[in-house]
Structure formats: C-alpha cells, structure tokens
C-alpha cells in the first residue's frame, strides 16, 4: 500500500476505500473515533464504526468514544508504519481522551 504524506491523504485515499473493501477487519469495534490532527496538514476527522463498512468524514462528531489529538507529521509516521503508536502515546506526541480501551484498537483499525 502507498505510504501517505497527509493526512486528508490518508483518511480519503487509504482509510476510506479500506474500510469498504474489508468492513470484517474493524466488526466488532462498533464506536467512534475523533482525530484532532495539528498543524499545516491537519484538520479534526471522524472514523464511525457504529455502522458496516464504517465511515470516515472531515468534521467533529457530537459524542465520540476516543478522541485522539496528534501533530500532521507524526500522525503520518505512525500510518506510514514509521512511528509505533504505542511509543508515541509514551512520548506524549500522541494524546488519547475518552475511553482507553478503544485507543488499543486503534491499531486494528488503522491498519484497516
């Protein structure tokens, strides 16, 4: 899969279509998550796995089960496989609000 360098890029090119093409990947999570992306490149996105395939929109969502907050570049190391999430949640370039227990998935879903 192409790496991408934004992360709009990312959300509308990779993300979107993955989430279509494998809804089986990201079953089961059934919440939504809120990206608060800083920076030039960055913007809030919200990925709704409340529904199948999952949707993914620019935007704030009213209520989502974990909000993570992280800067443009980093966000792109971590979807690029540059970055563990993980590590950069220690490092505090990554913050994670709501419930914790959705972070863990993230992984999952970001792979998608």
Known sequence: MAESN???EYFTERLSPSLKEKPEKTRGVNAVFQFAITGPNGGNWMVDL????GTVAEGTHASPGCT???ADADFVAV???KLNGQMAF????LKVAGNMGLAMKLQTVLAA
């Open 90 to 93: 220690m490092q505090g370039k």
């Open 79 to 81: 979807v690029n496989g």
């Open 68 to 70: 993570i907050t992280v």
């Open 50 to 53: 409340t529904v199948e395939p």
């Open 6 to 8: 934004t992360p709009k």
